[in-house]
T-cell receptor, first 114, second 117 residues
């Protein structure tokens, strides 16, 4: 089955700096890669996702890049703000069928200090 | 968007008792729902895939006789933790994808905090 590795486990940056979180996956059939932000005690919130027919996607301060050959994808947050502090999870899924679950990485705790 | 609800949001039970958690898709139909468990400071671990009208598929290491899943309709799946023990204390989250068309996004419920004393 799919296995998703995520690094780093913790990341501390100064406000205004950029943050990069990286993930690798094992199943070459995976073609959907979302990123979630989770605050303590709450549900994961989708912040950006990418499909395998796209190499990069950007939404304001957040971007995701995908390298299918190397089987890795990354989350980039620019101009970080204290409210970006949270746990971030990457995930992968082998197809777009409703019956297929997401497999999550172990998470990255991002701390943005002002 | 799409909304998934869970009930209860938190529950405290005594060791040896059973607890039922409901997961509902409020504005879409879901033939498949997923149950995850999240321990403190850890990731979401897939427990099982719940299929409407058929048996659930459990991940390796998850006891199907302990975690009973019933998916009786296109909008409701339930997870029953039987004979709960303190080590079952965790955050349980359900999710679903829309049925009927290619839909990548997965919608999560708000989670249920289970504490077994």
């Amino acid at each position: 089955g799919e296995n998703v590795e995520q690094h780093p486990s913790t990341l501390s940056v100064q406000e205004g700096d950029s943050a990069v979180i990286k993930c690798t996956y094992s199943d070459s059939a995976s073609n959907y890669f979302p990123w979630y932000k989770q605050e303590l005690g709450k549900r994961p919130q989708l912040i950006i996702d990418i499909r395998s027919n796209v190499g990069e996607k950007k939404d304001q301060r957040i971007a995701v890049t995908l390298n299918k050959t190397a089987k890795h994808f990354s989350l980039h947050i620019t101009e970080t703000q204290p409210e970006d502090s949270a746990v971030y999870f990457c995930a992968a899924s082998p197809d777009d069928q409703a019956g297929t679950a997401l497999i999550f990485g172990k998470g990255t705790t991002l701390s943005v200090s002002s | 968007g799409a909304v998934v609800s869970q009930h209860p949001s938190w529950v405290i039970c005594k060791s040896g008792t059973s607890v039922k958690i409901e997961c509902r898709s409020l504005d879409f139909q879901a033939t498949t729902m997923f149950w995850y468990r999240q321990f403190p400071k850890q990731s979401l671990m897939l427990m099982a895939t719940s299929n409407e009208g058929s048996k659930a598929t459990y991940e390796q290491g998850v006891e199907k006789d302990k975690f009973l899943i019933n998916h009786a309709s296109l909008t409701l799946s339930t997870l029953t933790v039987t004979s709960a023990h303190p080590e079952d204390s965790s955050f349980y989250i359900c999710s679903a994808r829309k049925t009927g068309k290619a839909s990548y996004e997965q919608y999560f419920g708000p989670g249920t905090r289970l504490t077994v004393t």
